[in-house]
């Protein structure tokens, strides 16, 4: 029944949110941790000791977190298009989107050869 597939997928994308959700929590708590031993070396430039990059990890867990808010969009599109009914279907070629793929990927709007295939 086109219902069920439908909470199916419903509950897929809320699993996916819940786990893209604690990455970004994750990432986010050791982006205030890394600010706050940044305050702690001073402040004065050129006032770290031990020479820890901590410019290089902020760059590395705040790409993490960009992309946990990414995927939170991509996941808020989906829903958007599972109320509409347009949900797992290719948004290229309009064919409809392998259950297995939508399993591991329930954000996915293009199908494997579309996604593959470069854009532009
Ligand atoms: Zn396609």
């Known amino acids: 029944m086109a219902e ?3 909470q199916q997928f419903h509950a897929l994308l809320e ?7 604690r990455a970004l929590d994750a990432a986010e708590q050791s982006l205030a941790m890394v600010a706050q031993s940044r ?3 001073g402040g004065d430039d050129e006032h770290d000791p031990e020479g820890v ?4 990890e902020w760059a590395r867990v705040d790409a993490v977190a960009a992309e946990a808010r990414a995927r939170l969009d991509e996941v808020d599109a989906a829903c ?7 949900y797992g279907f290719c948004r290229i070629c ?11 990927r329930p954000y996915a709007d293009v ?3 579309c ?5 532009r």
């Open 53 to 56: 990059p901590l410019s290089s």
């Open 94 to 104: 309009g064919e409809a989107i392998p259950l297995e793929r939508l399993r591991i």
């Open 80 to 86: 958007a298009r599972l109320e509409r009914g347009t």
């Open 39 to 41: 305050d702690q070396a």
């Open 111 to 113: 199908c494997v050869p």
């Open 115 to 119: 996604g593959s295939r470069p854009r």
């Open 15 to 21: 699993e996916k949110r819940a786990e893209i959700q």
């Open 4 to 6: 069920s597939r439908q």
